[in-house]
């Protein structure tokens, strides 16, 4: 809703027509005496070179899975070989027109881009550059390793290097490139661009586009490349992120001069299948690949079809695509027509073509064709390919042989160390902030609505006890906005986007005024792509950058399930610790809107490994933990309740500091103290939980209250603690009492405080249906008189209080039912 | 009689921004006071605890600002006179 552009009816509905650029189709055309002058013959000859040893590897791959042999070394290898053979020409002639410091991102079918793009690094980075690299790798290990057991040095060091380190990796040794913690689907080496594979389908694209945002907003001079397969044309998140890297925003408000959209390539390695799925006749509309570019952008992603068996022909067209990028053109797509030549998998049996189209495509295989095309052009000379397959074999033989010695590289030692995997989740580590200003930031005091809150009482309540209403003192979002503010004027790598983030402040309002002092590129509004919204935090903090990102209700974390599970949750782990992700997702949990607009997700959350996970109750905790979060190198979900962004702090007489603080991740914090029973509360349930508590004193029962303020991490002991004083545990959340974190803390408490129980833990919840309207919703969260009750005919059932809840049903019976 | 000369003044008023809303914060005056401004005119920026909107002056005039900026004000209380 920028004001800056106008929509105007006589603009708008004036008759037209929409005009789309035309777009090639396999127009490449030079002559092979012009690319022999343009890049010498010992360019192409390594481009061969590198075809083959893709080719090889991927062979030794597949002879593994087949036989269990390769050249006479047996191993069993048990993980995935999602093979590319037949596509080299589309690997190699990528990299080709790649630098080293382009990155790219990954499928799981990127074996040969990873090979290629790491020998397109060996071969160009400068010597001393390679050096480098390899003595930085786990302090120099691998590197020494592979130099005592393949006796090379230089570039074919670094060459044995990059073999050794991603077939270990494969075969997930502790000394592969990721620790033996991703494999196959998610290997990656940084240094030499090699971002990671992505086992899920068009996952890369998302998370490329975000590792562009960085790299155009750190102006390094160099592009990123999103790998997909023609089948990924077919997933909502690959559309929603070729629309975020081409959003109209860039060009006409962005003022930061990086043009008019993101440096990423999205480069669909077009090889008719989707695994058993005809993509162009059968599963897809598009009939060409290229044609989508013209459902993205004026520009038609500069959108071209071209020959992947050829690499010349895929490297020209890198080459001029990566061009328009450097010079702010972007985003930009290839279709790269080539085929597998080999099943999807080693189950494959090819149930969905014929072995005339095989045939016919092994016609077209690009090694055959571009060793033909340089014997001609004689480059090569006659025997010199039979040579270099034989050298290269050599070599794969020699690389796999070392590869599968446990003694070179051995397998991850869990039996040595249970719990080294769990290490690999969180660094717990936390970024400090440059004491001035960054610059591009405009003065708070610019802003009315920042020198709204600047003029309101920091304590809740006023000198007559009375709680002070929302508009006189700072309330919970406006302690949340104090400690993002701090962030995004102290620290110029964060960037911040959602939904109506800018002009509206967010649905709710915490960024309101924000927009007054942050330029387009530290604060934008971000289409209605939850998935491609976390997706490019993921991959823009993957670059070096920090991310804040906000799903305007907790409802939608649906719409960006794979990538806050599998990619902003795992990726820590999966690179063992050599990413680290400063990500944090806002999520506010809605009231009064039903069944989609209202649901508490933390269970969902909590139960996926690699999250940390907050969710404040009072402005105090807001500001401080949401410091920590923006602060932390580990990915953050931050729980905002709708119902609580009005309160005012009422626990602590002093108020919300005005200074910036962080308060410590998983530590609960007690609200009311009583020798009673525990009450542990989830967000909001806190305040119902109080008011039970100041009801249950009448009758003489004291409630110590303990608000969880973090789910993950969770640190026990003040709960067992307070449980070992009143015996007696109940957990109140607003989740649905199934599969809750509620559940997972009245279990740990009933099992390592069971000395100190008088009675079985309870948790009250949320029913296990759904949220209904905003005049029933007093029936479904809990409220205090169903605490009250809970506590009543729980723990003091001799007492023979009145029940006033609705509660009063037989929780089994609806286990059975499915409730 | 002749018509008056100065005839009075017309208010600008906190308005009803829904049933949940009883106060607003005048946030920012975006015209000064004793300007004269055109119907149509946003004079000035009020925010609740649910929302930031600006006012459009009701009439053309001088601008007479009643409640300073910072201040919070009912629904139906006088921000301004324009006459």
Known sequence: MPKEILVDPSQVLRPGRVETPALPVHAYAR????????RGAPALIEALRHMLVIREFEGMLAAFKAQGAYRGIAYAYRGPAHLSIGQEGAAVGSALALDPADHIYGSHRSHGEFLAKGLGAVARLPEARLDAILAAHDGGRLRDRVAAALGRAGRALAEDFLLFGFLAEIFMKSNGFNGGMGGSMHAFF??????????????????????????????????????????????????????????????????????????????????????GGQTSGETMGWERLSRIGAGVSPTALHAETVDGTNPLAVADAVARKRALLLAGEGPVLLDVECYRLCGHSTTDANAYRTRDEIRLWEEADPIRRFAATLESAGVLGAGALDDMQQEVALRIEAVTRAAVDPALAPPVDLAGDPTRIGRLMFSHRETTLPPAPAPGVADPAA????????????????????????????????ALAESILHHMIHDDRLVAWGEECRE?????????????????????????????????????AM?????????????????????????????????????????????????????????DWTGLITHIPGLKVIYPATPYDAKGL????????????????????????????????????????????VKRAGGDLTILTIGPSLYP???????????????????ARTLVPFDYRPVLESVAKTGRFLAVTEASERGSFAQTAAATVARHGFAHLRAAPRVIGAQNWIVPGADMEATYFP????????????????????????????????????? | MPPDPTPDPTPVLVPQLGTEIAEAEVTEWLRADGDTVAAGDPIVSITTTKMALELEAPVSGRLRIRTPEGEIAAVGAILAEIG
Not at chain 1, 31 to 38: C, G, I
């Open chain 1, 190 to 275: 940084a240094p030499f661009g090699c971002y990671p594979n992505n086992a899920i389908v068009g996952a890369s694209a998302g998370i490329a586009a975000g590792a562009a945002l960085r790299r155009r907003l750190a102006k390094d001079g160099a592009i990123t490349v999103a790998h997909a397969g023609d089948g990924a044309t077919g997933c909502g998140p690959v559309w929603e992120a070729m629309n975020f890297a081409a959003m109209g925003q860039y060009g006409r408000l962005w003022q930061d001069g990086g043009g008019r959209g993101l440096p990423v390539l999205f480069f669909f390695t077009n090889n008719f299948y989707a695994m």
């Open chain 1, 504 to 540: 509206w402040g967010g649905a709710f309002g915490v960024y309101r005024g924000f927009s007054d002092i942050l330029p387009h590129h530290r604060l934008f509004n971000a289409p209605i792509s939850e998935a491609a919204i976390v997706a490019a935090a993921v991959g823009h």
């Open chain 1, 783 to 819: 409220q205090a008189h169903d605490i009250a009750d809970a506590v009543m005919a729980d723990f003091f059932p001799e007492r023979r209080a009145n029940r006033r809840g609705l509660r009063d049903w037989d929780d089994l019976a609806l286990a059975r039912a499915g409730l």
């Open chain 1, 689 to 707: 939980a109080l008011a039970a508590a100041a009801e249950l004193a009448v009758a003489g029962i004291e409630a110590e209250v303990i608000d």
């Open chain 1, 31 to 38: 002559t092979m005496a012009a690319e022999v002058a343009a």
């Open chain 1, 543 to 599: 670059e070096g950058g920090r991310s804040l990102v906000e799903l305007m209700y907790a409802d939608f974390i649906g719409r960006a399930g794979d990538e806050i599970f599998n990619q902003m949750a795992k990726w820590q782990a999966m690179s063992a610790g050599a990413l680290s992700l400063p990500v944090v997702l806002r999520a506010s949990v809605g009231s009064k809107y039903g069944a989609q607009h209202s649901q």
């Open chain 1, 447 to 478: 802003s009315a609505a920042l020198r709204a809150i600047a003029r309101k009482a920091r304590a809740g309540r006023g000198a007559d006890g009375a709680e002070l209403p929302a508009l006189r003192a700072i309330t919970l979002r406006d």
């Open chain 1, 626 to 669: 949401m410091a920590a979060a923006l602060a932390s190198e580990d990915p953050v979900v931050v729980f905002e309740s709708q119902r609580l962004y009005d309160k005012v702090e009422t626990h602590r007489p002093e108020g919300v500091p005005a200074d910036y603080y962080r308060l410590p991740f998983g530590v609960p914090d």
